[in-house]
């Protein structure tokens, strides 16, 4: 059974540019969070989806923008990147039915130069 | 909004030595509490939980928390640490009732732990 899994693992980016980032979550689960971990510090919630829509949101500007697929994965878009965007992102996978617990991926370490 | 403070930075412990450490939210309603640990190289992985009943709560590894309605704390325990639970340890609170929603953390605590 395939866990959450992200890619890519690694990215480096100029100041300015757009990424997009892909997270597929462990089989049976509907829903996906994506977190930001600074260097040193705890992860920050960024946004969540299910049934293709974002139904929550942190406090992160428009810059940020996702999007979920019907097979339930989904993607990280960040549009004029900043050298503060540089960071660990994180996917986690729910289910509606799988109480308060979330699964987490490996993460893609984004590098803004 | 719900807020969770974890207030060692970086614990130094021997292999054998016991194991507290220290987590604080704010929030003044019913919450889900949560703490995940990420090991050197690995993701982040889930500990143990508390949504309802027994405060004291076990998790894996032998760690185990309680959870103090009265101090708004969920401190994590161990009684004797090994070389291998060197790692960063995250607190996590949210509230509802489903899997959908989302996590606040802490900023987290290095664990040391020497051979």
């Known amino acids: 059974d395939a866990g959450v899994t992200q890619s890519p693992t690694h990215l480096i980016k100029t100041r300015g540019q757009q990424v997009t980032l892909r997270c597929s979550p462990k089989s049976g689960h509907d829903t996906v969070s994506w977190y930001q971990q600074a260097l040193g510090q705890g992860p920050q919630f960024i946004f969540q989806?299910?049934?293709?829509?974002?139904?929550q949101r942190g406090n992160f500007p428009d810059r940020f923008s996702g999007h979920q697929f019907p097979n339930y994965s989904s993607e990280l878009n960040v549009n004029a990147l900043l050298l503060g965007d540089s960071a660990l992102y994180l996917c986690a996978s729910s289910s509606r039915t799988g109480k308060y617990e979330q699964y987490f991926g490996p993460g893609t370490r984004l590098t803004v130069t | 909004a719900q807020s969770v403070s974890q207030h060692n930075h970086h614990v130094i412990l021997s292999e054998a030595a016991s194991l507290e450490l220290g987590c604080n939210y704010s929030?003044?309603?019913?919450?889900?509490l949560f703490w995940y640990v990420q090991y050197p190289g690995q993701h982040l992985q889930l500990l143990l939980k508390y949504f309802s009943g027994d405060p004291l709560v076990k998790g894996i590894k032998g760690f185990e928390a309680e959870f103090i309605k009265s101090k708004f704390s969920f401190n994590l325990r161990k009684p004797s640490v090994q070389w291998s639970d060197t790692a960063e340890y995250f607190c996590a609170v949210n509230v509802g009732d489903t899997g959908r929603r989302a996590l606040t953390f802490g900023s987290g605590t290095r664990l040391q732990v020497q051979p």
């Open positions: 929030y003044g309603g019913t919450v889900n």
């Open positions: 989806y299910y049934e293709e829509e974002e139904r």
